[in-house]
């Protein structure tokens, strides 16, 4: 018995697919393109170079993205071969699905359709004491132990410099996981 459209749309599933560094946008629009559902989360981010600052939309997973497919849509070969693609996630031979609820959690801290905010996914690892990671303008990193809290987009950090805690204010968006 052939399997009907709402019962392909019962069995769709997520799966991740690899992209080329940098390249997770021409693959969206590549699939797209190819009529299949994509989702890229994108997040804001503070870039500061030579005295400019800008925010962009950069992705939340890095080189990755993911296609919600039916079983009669799941050609592989087609699948990795679209341009900006490495490879559909995999373990040997098998391709593995990622469970819907783990996307449906992801859509659930969207501030806009596909915009991410890195306050939600902080915000309960956030706490006054806490040691975290922030990025330097350079590249490097650094550990800081959080002051206070400072609205949705800075945090107040203590820094060890010269032997003494500094109180200094940075944007959320520096911090790392």
Same mark, same amino acid.
């Given at each position: 018995?052939?399997?009907?459209?709402?019962?392909?749309?019962?069995?769709?599933?997520?799966?991740?697919?690899?992209?080329?560094?940098?390249?997770?946008?021409?693959?969206?629009?590549?699939?797209?393109?190819?009529?299949?559902?994509?989702?890229?989360?994108?997040?804001?981010?503070?870039?500061?170079?030579?005295?400019?600052?800008?925010?962009?939309?950069?992705?939340?997973?890095?080189?990755?993205?993911?296609?919600? *497919? #039916?079983? @009669?849509?799941?050609?592989?070969?087609? &699948?990795? =071969?679209?341009? !900006?693609?490495?490879?559909? /996630?995999?373990?040997?031979?098998?391709?593995?699905?990622?469970?819907?609820?783990?996307?449906?959690?992801?859509?659930?801290?969207?501030?806009?359709?596909?915009?991410?905010?890195?306050?939600?996914?902080?915000?309960?690892?956030?706490?006054?004491?806490?040691?975290?990671?922030?990025? *330097? #303008?350079? @590249?490097?990193?650094?550990?800081?132990? &959080?002051? =206070?809290?400072? !609205?949705?987009?800075?945090? /107040?950090?203590?820094?060890?410099?010269?032997?003494?805690?500094?109180?200094?204010?940075?944007?959320?968006?520096?911090?790392?996981?």
């Amino acid at each position: 018995m052939p399997v009907t459209t709402n019962d392909q749309e019962e069995q769709r599933q997520w799966f991740a697919i690899r992209t080329k560094p940098h390249q997770e946008n021409l693959a969206q629009l590549n699939y797209q393109r190819q009529g299949y559902e994509v989702y890229l989360p994108l997040v804001r981010k503070t870039i500061r170079h030579a005295r400019r600052t800008q925010n962009v939309l950069r992705p939340f997973f890095p080189g990755y993205l993911f296609l919600h *497919l #039916a079983p @009669g849509e799941r050609n592989w070969h087609a &699948i990795a =071969s679209t341009r !900006g693609v490495l490879t559909p /996630v995999r373990f040997g031979d098998q391709f593995v699905s990622v469970p819907s609820w783990v996307i449906d959690g992801i859509r659930e801290k969207e501030t806009s359709p596909g915009i991410l905010s890195p306050t939600q996914f902080l915000a309960g690892q956030l706490a006054v004491g806490s040691e975290v990671a922030i990025s *330097l #303008a350079d @590249g490097r990193a650094t550990t800081a132990t &959080i002051f =206070s809290l400072d !609205g949705t987009r800075n945090v /107040v950090v203590l820094l060890d410099l010269l032997q003494r805690k500094i109180k200094a204010t940075v944007a959320v968006d520096s911090l790392m996981a």
